[in-house]
């Protein structure tokens, strides 16, 4: 197991390694980039690997998306929902294997078991 954070601890070790689960908690409403890093990501993982990631749905309505306090961190940059983190998994070679539709998504590369 490596941790990784860009204030708290930043060992890059995970730069040269495989690894079979990489979890993600509370970490893409903070990137500028998302795809950039989780590509980099995926380029980590071994071949039945999984990318687990947690960052609250955006609630895909104007009106609750104004009264939505999520939104009010200003270090949240980015919002996801359901169908982004499909969209974004697809485009990265992922299946989306699992999401509770709140704030949890699974992928892993298409075509594992």
């Known amino acids: 197991m490596d941790t990784y954070d860009l204030f708290f601890n930043l060992d890059e070790a995970y730069k040269v390694k495989k690894y079979n689960l990489i979890i993600l908690t509370e970490v893409l409403e903070h990137l500028e980039n998302p795809l950039v890093i989780l590509r980099e990501l995926f380029e980590r993982l071994e071949p039945q690997g999984i990318i687990s990631t947690m960052t609250l749905f955006h609630p895909n309505d104007p009106e609750k998306f104004s009264k939505w306090w999520y939104r009010r961190d200003i270090t949240h940059i980015s919002f996801y929902t359901l169908r982004t983190l499909k969209e974004i998994a697809g485009s990265l070679g992922l299946d989306l294997i699992?999401?509770?539709?709140?704030?949890?998504?699974?992928?892993?590369?298409?075509?594992q078991r």
């Open 98 to 111: 699992f999401s509770d539709s709140v704030r949890m998504a699974v992928m892993r590369l298409k075509g």
